[in-house]
């Protein structure tokens, strides 16, 4: 093999490798192109939507390249992570009302009455000093020496005379009172879960059409279909624990209210299958079936106000389900009116458009609903029916 021909294989490979290096380039090229956002008037029509959001939109990318946009910046990057983020939160709180709530019973009421009860029985009893004293009363592994108390004072105090022993069968029952409710199992967890359940359901599927919907026609009616059905089952399973610890102890009203929901939000998901609804002019019609939904809950809350209008743990239910209402109110209101992009379009195609108010109000009213969960499970727990 002589030198001449080593030098021009070596230049041989050297085309070939400047020739590969070419084609890298025009590939990478290609696919810059082929992937760069566009604005609002290139899009096909399924995709239009928003007029006031001007560009910055994915089209038709395969499905490998929209999946890995979630960690890239375009108009729909907020949308996917603030329902996401929204979906971890309803995640966690999920497992912590497992693990933690059913422990989370308020012992200070309870343990105010004991130290009310310990004065008064020292007071009329003069003779009952040697008894534990309020040190264990604090604790409430201790809660057995209030039962020994109950079960075993009558007894000594035979002898004494009858006054004492009348006081003693009183003190007898305030204390069996007292910690009655102790001895019951909580409250079932059920609707509380399926409010959470809903909650997680609508936050993914919202999370999941805002990635995916710009890949295909196919696909994105297919992801509207799913988001509307997650709102519905929002709206209708926030209804669910309102409806049952409020009206527990009233099966009528309690299956009427349930059941009405139960059929009003599967004829919702039904409507939101219709592949009608989910054309951009039916943008109104939507909100107004998402709102009509959510007012039918003004009937179980003045109704439960009503019932219980001298307990606290109503009206502090009501506070929360107002805060939830004027949350899902306002993002209704901005869903409808694309305020602010309306008022100048183009600016807020990446931060601050309406969908993206809508959403964060949308968790923040799913959240106020959480905290009134709470608050239903703590009455219910403590006072059963
Ligand atoms: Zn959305």
């Known amino acids: 093999m002589g030198e001449d021909q080593q030098v021009c294989e070596s230049e041989d490979s050297r085309g070939v490798s400047e020739c590969c290096s070419k084609e890298r380039k025009g590939k990478r ?16 029509g399924y995709l239009r939507d928003n007029e006031f959001i001007m560009g910055h939109y994915r089209s038709e990318w395969p499905l490998k390249q929209v999946l890995l946009s979630i960690f890239t910046i375009h108009n729909e990057t907020l949308n996917v992570w603030t329902h996401l983020l929204g979906f971890f939160l309803f995640l966690s709180l999920t497992v ?5 709530v059913p422990n989370v019973v308020d012992l200070h ?27 264990l009363l604090r604790s409430p592994s201790t809660w057995h020496i209030t039962e020994l108390l109950t079960n075993c004072l009558p007894e000594r105090f035979s002898y004494s005379n009858h ?12 204390v069996a009172n007292m910690i009655a409710h102790l001895m019951l199992r909580p409250i079932t967890r059920w609707p509380f879960f399926a409010f959470l359940g809903g909650a997680m359901f609508c936050l993914l599927a919202s999370s999941a059409c805002h990635l995916l919907a710009c890949h295909s026609k196919k696909l994105s009616c297919i992801m509207l279909r799913v988001d509307y059905a997650g709102i519905s089952a929002l709206i209708s399973t926030s209804f669910y624990p309102l409806v049952y610890y409020s009206f527990m102890c009233d099966p009528f009203f309690c299956n009427l209210y349930m059941g009405s929901i139960t059929l009003l939000g599967i004829g919702t998901i039904l409507v939101s299958l219709l592949p009608v609804f989910q054309k951009p002019e039916y943008r109104n019609f939507r909100t107004s079936l998402f709102l009509g939904m959510g007012l039918c809950g003004i009937a179980p809350i003045i109704h439960k106000l009503v019932l219980f209008w001298n307990r606290p743990e109503a009206l502090h239910t009501t506070g929360y389900e107002i805060l939830m209402g004027t949350f899902y109110g306002i993002g209704a209101l901005i869903y409808t009116t694309r305020i602010p992009e309306r008022w100048m379009p183009g600016k807020f ?37």
């Open 29 to 44: 090229l290609w696919k810059k192109v082929k992937y760069q956002l566009v604005e609002y008037h290139s899009l096909p």
């Open 96 to 100: 912590y009302t497992a693990m933690k």
């Open 109 to 135: 009421p309870l343990q105010a009455d004991l130290q009310k009860l310990h004065w008064e029985l020292l007071a009329c009893l003069p003779s009952l000093t040697s008894m534990p004293t309020m040190d």
């Open 163 to 174: 006054t004492d022993v009348c006081v003693l069968r009183s003190v007898k029952e305030d």
């Open 349 to 385: 195609d990446i931060a601050g458009q309406s969908h993206q108010l809508f959403h964060v109000l949308v968790v923040a009213g799913a959240y106020t609903h959480y905290r009134a969960g709470l608050v239903y499970l703590r009455w219910r727990d403590l006072e059963g029916c």
